[in-house]
Every structure is written in structure tokens, then in C-alpha cells.
T-cell receptor, first 114, second 115 residues
Framework: DQQVKQNSPSLSVQEGRISILNCDYTNSMFDYFLWYKKYPAEGPTFLISISSIKDKNEDGRFTVFLNKSAKHLSLHIVPSQPGDSAVYFC?????????????FGGGTRVLVKP | NAGVMQNPRHLVRRRGQEARLRCSPMKGHSHVYWYRQLPEEGLKFMVYLQKENIIDESGMPKERFSAEFPKEGPSILRIQQVVRGDSAAYFCASSPGQGGLDTQYFGPGTRLTVL
């Protein structure tokens, strides 16, 4: 059972425009959500996170939105830069219920065209 | 400011051999997690450890896999009698474990190839 889903396997965007990555989850016990960026042959790099008590968190060019009723979150990157080309993973944890293990989505490959 | 260290970065084993993967957490972090990424898939949780304790091993295969995080030294993920299906990237993450919402930071991974 896939508790975290990223339904878009890939996304292509022009440099300077907005990239919007989506993530859906099914487990209502999830209370912490994170986005990671991954380059080939490297480990995931933490980008931004959001607690379930918030609906928005912003850090520089990155903003994460959480819609608890829809069990949906999104990552906005604006403006997109060529160095943002990577695979982005959404992850969730149920800290209060089940410790800290992360459940990952399948990833979205982003290509930013110059 | 060293991040999470993993070694080796690449490991080649023949079927039936043992693989040992090492992970040193970030300074000040007492919690270690292991994840596995099969080709073209997302990362899957394997095991969560604190010093000398396995907290959650719900993602570990029942046989051949074991993990430890001793009082001194790195965390070790051990795979006995490797098979081709064990070929994957194995990532270690660490977190401060200060309670509440605990962000995990990942190492560069060990890419295991079983011939």
C-alpha cells in the first residue's frame, strides 16, 4: 500500500518560472511532512518541512503548502533555476504514533530548461 | 561541519558473500535510520536505531539482514548471503532525537552490486 504518492513522475519547466510539485497521502496519522532533493549518485538533501498544525511554510525560493482535509501537499519553487534539476521526494512521518520513520513518495524528476 | 558519513560508497559482492555497510551520524545526532532504494523506486524505511537499541525494525527483511548501533563507533547494516535482489542504494540518515518533529539528514549512500 502506497501511503505517499507523487503522481507526476516528471516535470519540465522554463528557467525563471514556477515549479509546482504535488504529493498526496492516505495515512491520517502523518503529522510531519518533508521535501528532499536528490541528485544522481548522491543522498537526499533536506529542503523544507511542514508540521500538520500549519498550512504553509516558506524558505527562500521554496514554499510548501499543506491541505490536511485533502491530504495533499505541494512544493513551489520560484523562480526555478537550472541547478534545481533533480529528483524531488515527498516524505511523511507519524511522529506521535509511530516514531520517526519516513514514508517516501516515488519522486518527481524536475528538469529546468535554460 | 561533517554531515552523515557512509562507507564504502560502492560495494561489489558475489552471491552468498556478506556485505557490511557503515554509517557515522552527524555530530550531536543520536538517532540513525537505514533506508533502501531499489532502481527506479523511492526510498523504503528499513530500521531505526538509537545507541545500543533497535527502536523500529519493521522494514527489515526477516532473514539475512541485521543492524546495530554500538555505544562506540558507527552503525552497521549487515547483509548475509547476499542475493542479486539485494542490489540497491542503501542510505543512512541521522537526527538529533530531541523530541517533537525530528528532521532526518541523509548520507551519500552505499551502492551495493551483487554479481
Amino acid at each position: 500500500d502506497q501511503q505517499v504518492k507523487q503522481n507526476s513522475p516528471s516535470l519540465s519547466v522554463q528557467e525563471g518560472r514556477i515549479s509546482i510539485l504535488n504529493c498526496d497521502y492516505t495515512n491520517s496519522m502523518f503529522d510531519y511532512f518533508l521535501w528532499y532533493k536528490k541528485y544522481p549518485a548522491e543522498g537526499p538533501t533536506f529542503l523544507i518541512s511542514i508540521s500538520s498544525i500549519k498550512d504553509k511554510n516558506e524558505d527562500g525560493r521554496f514554499t510548501v503548502f499543506l491541505n490536511k482535509s485533502a491530504k495533499h501537499l505541494s512544493l513551489h519553487i520560484v523562480p526555478s533555476q537550472p541547478g534545481d534539476s533533480a529528483v524531488y521526494f515527498c516524505a511523511a512521518s507519524a511522529n506521535k504514533a509511530a516514531g520517526n520513520k519516513l514514508t517516501f513518495g516515488g519522486g518527481t524528476r524536475v528538469l529546468v530548461k535554460p | 561541519n561533517a554531515g552523515v558519513m557512509q562507507n564504502p560508497r560502492h560495494l561489489v559482492r558475489r552471491r552468498g558473500q556478506e556485505a557490511r555497510l557503515r554509517c557515522s551520524p552527524m555530530k550531536g545526532h543520536s538517532h540513525v535510520y537505514w533506508y533502501r532504494q531499489l532502481p527506479e523506486e523511492g526510498l523504503k524505511f528499513m530500521v531505526y536505531l538509537q545507541k545500543e537499541n533497535i527502536i523500529d525494525e519493521s522494514g527489515m527483511p526477516k532473514e539475512r539482514f541485521s543492524a546495530e548501533f554500538p555505544k562506540e563507533g558507527p552503525s552497521i547494516l549487515r547483509i548475509q548471503q547476499v542475493v542479486r535482489g539485494d542490489s540497491a542504494a542503501y542510505f543512512c540518515a541521522s537526527s538529533p532525537g530531541q523530541g517533537g518533529l525530528d528532521t532526518q539528514y541523509f548520507g551519500p549512500g552505499t551502492r551495493l552490486t551483487v554479481l
